[in-house]
């Protein structure tokens, strides 16, 4: 039988605490999942490709982004939610999930409790568009064409819930215009059918729609910001014809309720170092994104203040999900 001296055990019981010690290194230690709750092409995916690539390089680990669609937002934010919440799993938040709160019933998470923010990333303004086949140059145009043929105007949206979705409610609530809905799986397929004339109108994310709009393939009638935007200078405000009208978009980064402090933190300085960085204000001005630094607490207040604005609108305007 083989003694172990005092010693040996002693220095033994040492390395394997250091080991495990050593094991628990600083945060980050692996790649980190960013999963954007749309499928591919819609602006929160794009946002997600921007940035991943800007944390990957100030994180040292690669910030890997899956797209996990369905359920209005829901599914790929309830995957999240119930992730370990260990900071290698984080959520590319949205408008829907402000939204989402009072227009689904039963949803099996409380978005504002069951979240720990992160960072904000930007806010954009969403834009009228219309397929060109619309016999119509300007917002008050389309008021008159849609009460003259209220059966002929399909709205698309990018979900049922999303800031697509709801700034097109308020307008139909804010005018009188009767619209169908015709809600998709993200602005990607969306966008496809307005320009192949199946829908007429979208109030889509500024970012999807802009390459489009520049091209000339789809009409832009108004911005839903109450400033005209630096990037489509010559189309007007929605509130110019609809007075008090106003929706913007906004996004940031979540992590599962009881994440790593540590991982919180350093998520967010890296986010507001790439937001302080002229060459990434200029992609995100193109896309007509205003960025929305600061502290984790800030973006926890943007997602309440969002929540309990679009709750008005899901009421007044008797939306439901379809």
């Excluded at 055990?9 to 250091?18: K, R």
């Excluded at 692996?30 to 946002?47: A, F, W």
Aim: with cysteine; charged share 15%.
């Amino acid at each position: 039988m083989h003694h172990i001296s005092p010693y040996a055990a002693l220095l033994f019981g040492c390395l394997t605490f250091f080991s495990s010690f050593a094991s628990a290194g600083p945060y980050p230690e692996k790649p980190i999942r960013l999963v954007v709750p749309y499928p591919p092409g819609g602006t929160t995916d794009v946002l997600a490709r921007i940035i991943s690539q800007g944390l990957t390089e100030k994180l040292g680990v690669a910030v890997i982004v899956e797209n996990k669609p369905g359920g209005g937002n829901n599914i790929g934010t309830e995957f999240v939610i119930k992730s370990p919440p260990d900071g290698y799993t984080m959520l590319l938040t949205n408008p829907a999930n402000g939204i989402n709160a009072s227009l689904y019933k039963n949803l099996s998470f409380n978005f504002v409790n069951d979240v720990a923010p992160v960072a904000g990333i930007v806010r954009t303004p969403n834009v009228m568009v219309v397929t060109n086949g619309m016999p119509v140059k300007t917002v008050a145009e389309f008021i008159e064409y849609c009460k003259t043929n209220p059966s002929k105007v399909n709205m698309a949206s990018s979900g049922s819930g999303t800031s697509v979705h709801l700034s097109g409610e308020l307008f139909k609530s804010m005018t009188g215009c009767k619209m169908t809905h015709i809600p998709y799986k993200g602005a990607g397929p969306a966008l496809n059918d307005l320009l192949g004339g199946q829908v007429q109108v979208i109030f889509d994310n500024l970012p999807s729609s802009a390459g489009f709009i520049k091209d000339g393939r789809i009409r832009a009638l108004g911005v839903t910001s109450v400033a005209i935007e630096p990037s489509l200078p010559n189309v007007p405000t929605i509130a110019e014809t609809v007075p008090g009208y106003e929706a913007t978009a906004w996004f940031g980064l979540s992590m599962p309720k009881g994440s790593p402090r540590e991982a919180v933190e350093k998520v967010n300085t890296a986010m507001n170092q790439l937001l302080a960085d002229p060459k990434m204000q200029r992609r995100l001005a193109d896309l007509g994104g205003v960025p929305i630094p600061g502290t984790p607490e800030d973006f926890g207040r943007t997602i309440s203040n969002e929540t309990q604005k679009w709750e008005k609108v899901v009421k007044a305007s008797g939306a439901t999900v379809d």
